[in-house]
Structure formats: C-alpha cells, structure tokens
C-alpha cells in the first residue's frame, strides 16, 4: 500500500473530517440495511480512541437541482438525520451531533464546540449542488472546517466530487480502513492473483461490463459469463433468444470479445427459460441453442452450473461481479446460489465478489462469512476491475 492510511496521521486534538460513505436504504425515513454505517465503524472508532474531533460528511440517494419542487422532495426524503441515530446507537459513550445543514453558522459552531472523542455529522453533501460538480469554492469551504482528512467511502472513490477529491487536494489526506482494505483485496486479486485465476461476470448488461471483461481477459486464466449478458453473446452467435434481454448495439462488441478470448471464455450451456419476468412464472430448462421464441432467459441451467462449478475447481483466486440469474426470485435464483457454494468450497482461495447485485445476493443467500472479501462499492469496484485509476484514491498522498 503506497497511499498513507490513518494510522500514519497524528489525529489527537485535531479536526478529522471522514468521507465515508452512509449511502444506506431508507424506506419511509427508517433505514432497512445499515452494513454501510457498521462498515466505516472501525476508523470511526480508532479516530475517537485517539482523541480526534471528527467530522463525517456522505451524500444519500440522490437530489435533482434542476427542479426547485423535485429538490426540495429529494432533499426531505434523504435527509441524514435517521443515521445519525443509528449511529448513535452503535457509539455509546460518543457524543454524536447531527447538524441539518452543509454549510453556514450552525455547521461552524457545531465544529467549534466540538471536542475530542466527539463527532459531527453533517448533512447529506448532495444538498449541494457543487458536491457533483467538485466546484472548488464549496471544497475549499469544507476543506476549512478541518485538518486532516481521511477517504473512508470506498463507494464514492470513483467520483472526482467535492467531498472526495476536492477536500483531500486541500488537507493532509489519508485512507481510512475500509477502503485500504478494499484496495488491498482487489489489488490483490487482480494485480498479483495466486492462480488459476477465474473471473465470473453476470449481471443484466455487457456494456456496463465491457472494459472489465477486456481487462480480465488480459489477467485471468478463465472468464466465466452468466446472467442477461450472456443473451448478447448467444445472438451474436447467431442463436435465437426469444424474448430474453438483449443489446443489439452490442453485438459487434460481443462477437470481438469471443474471438479474442478464444477458450478462455465460457458461457453457458443451457438456460432456465419463463414465458414472463415475474416470480411466479413456470421455469423451464432449455439448452442455449433451444430458446422458443416466446421465452424469455432468467438463469442459468443446471448443466451450465455443472460446467462452471468445474472451471471453479482448483481456483486459487476468484473476483465475481454480477448475479447469474434473475437471483430475487426464488425459481431462478439456483444459478447464484450454486455459483455461491461452489466458490466458498474452494481449499484457501482468495475469493473476491465486486460489490453491487452479485454482493446484495451473497449476503442475501447466506454466504458473508464465506467469502475472503465482498466489496462495499459497485461501481467503484468495476472500475478498479477495469484498471482505471479510482480520483478519490488517487488524490491521496503518498506514504
């Protein structure tokens, strides 16, 4: 790890202010998942142990400012003020102040009253219309009401916003143990796998996963496609899909991959099949080449599940983006669940899922505990999957 982390600042006494990410489902102002709150606890902790004063700053969901009525509704529906209790909640002992704006008196006074051990949280940063824009007098404002900052949202890092790349050019900046574990896992998985090295991408659309399976293609020994992706690559063999989910406008792409990958890629030989995208519709297994018209593809078939759970053996490292089946109903969630006990069952292997549907199905079906590492940000993930460079990442300095 050449970025410095939190351990190498001198926090005591000093303003910390933390970008991490409380980007937590809210069903009518009550928080239904809060793995996000529990994620950033650790370098919350460490920094109230060390005397810090910390200052937390997220977005949540999202505001429209192009719309004064929509603003307005978003800003009332993703209003931060149910995770401060929470968080409260999982710090006692720690006085936690939410303060209901991002900028102006009441924020600068919170700030200096607070003291060591203590922490404010700040409203949703995306009440700001600059937030998304990085404008710079807005970073420069935050930026004023600390000291130090840390990069604790790994789910924000692929975004140059104000709050991730414009306040960290402006202080002494450092990772927070959340993203420094999640770059040293994913680094580890894609820059210096233990191999074999198997990649397994689903998920609904090959354009979102177009650079990512041209990466990987380029590192792993294997690159395993399931999900509705697998439907563009079926037509761009000339293969009848029925109804199933298709990206004619990708089917070039498609073709061009195949013929790089060669026998590194591998798709899926038969496909579970529904006349209609609903739960209740009556599966039906058909092979890949056998789609009736009036079918649509939801999941893998279980000779596909047989033929990737054969390329998994032996695996000494595995990164899994995207769900191999429509996974939230239940006739066609066996692809997933199977791709799930296939990789825990794997003897010392480095496994590794990128976050997004393919993470919200591991921990759904069971396996949290199973897996080496799930990643906290989806699409921050794909894009380190990509080998870009993440801007809230790099703006960090340098041990």
């Known amino acids: 790890m ?31 998942d809060d793995n996000r709150i529990v994620g950033a606890l650790p370098t919350i902790k460490y920094l109230v142990e060390n005397n810090a004063k910390v200052i937390l700053m997220s977005h949540l969901g999202k505001v429209n ?36 704006v991002t900028r102006g008196k009441e924020l600068e006074d919170a700030v200096a009253a607070l003291e060591g051990g203590n922490v404010v949280l700040m409203q949703n940063t995306r009440y700001e219309a600059g937030e998304s824009k990085n404008d710079e007098g807005l970073a420069t404002y935050w930026a004023g009401l600390g000291d130090l900052f840390v990069e604790d949202a790994f789910g924000s890092v692929h ?15 450092a990772l927070g143990f959340l993203v420094e574990k999640e770059v040293k896992f994913l680094s580890e998985a894609i820059y210096s796998p233990k191999r074999p090295f198997v990649a397994i991408l689903g998920g609904a659309k090959v354009s979102d ?27 761009a063999m000339g293969r009848e899909i029925g109804t199933s989910l298709v990206e004619m406008d990708r089917i070039d792409v498609a073709k061009a991959i195949m013929e790089k990958a060669g026998d590194k890629l591998v798709l899926p030989v038969d496909t579970v099949v529904a006349s209609e995208f609903s739960a209740d519709a009556e599966p039906v297994v058909v092979p890949a080449d056998g789609i009736p018209a009036d079918m649509m593809g939801l999941d893998i078939g279980p000779k596909s599940i047989e033929l990737f759970t054969k390329e998994l053996q032996g695996a000494q490292t595995v990164v899994w983006n995207g769900p191999m089946g429509v996974f939230e109903f239940d006739a066609f969630a066996k692809g997933t669940l199977a791709i799930c006990i296939a990789i825990t069952e794997l003897p010392g292997a480095l496994t590794v899922i990128g976050g997004g549907d393919s993470a919200a199905a591991a921990i759904q079906l069971g396996f949290k505990d199973k897996i080496s590492h799930i990643s906290t940000g989806g699409g921050a993930s794909l894009e380190f999957m990509e080998g870009k460079e993440l801007p809230g990442i790099a703006v960090i300095q340098d041990k």
Do not use: C, W
């Open 209 to 235: 996963k177009i650079n990512v399976i041209e990466n990987l293609l380029d590192v792993a020994d294997k690159v395993i496609v399931g999900g509705g992706m697998a439907y563009t690559f079926y037509k």
């Open 159 to 173: 975004r140059a916003h104000a709050s991730t790349v414009g306040i960290a050019s402006q202080l002494p900046s």
């Open 2 to 32: 050449t970025k410095r982390t939190v351990t190498d600042l001198d926090v005591a006494g000093k303003r910390v202010i933390v970008r991490v990410d409380f980007n937590v489902p809210l069903k009518d102002g009550v928080i239904t």
């Open 65 to 100: 400012h192009k719309d004064a009525e929509k603003t307005e509704a978003d800003k009332a529906k993703n209003n931060m003020a149910p995770v401060a209790v929470r968080l409260q909640e999982y710090l006692p002992g720690v006085e936690v102040t939410f303060v209901p």
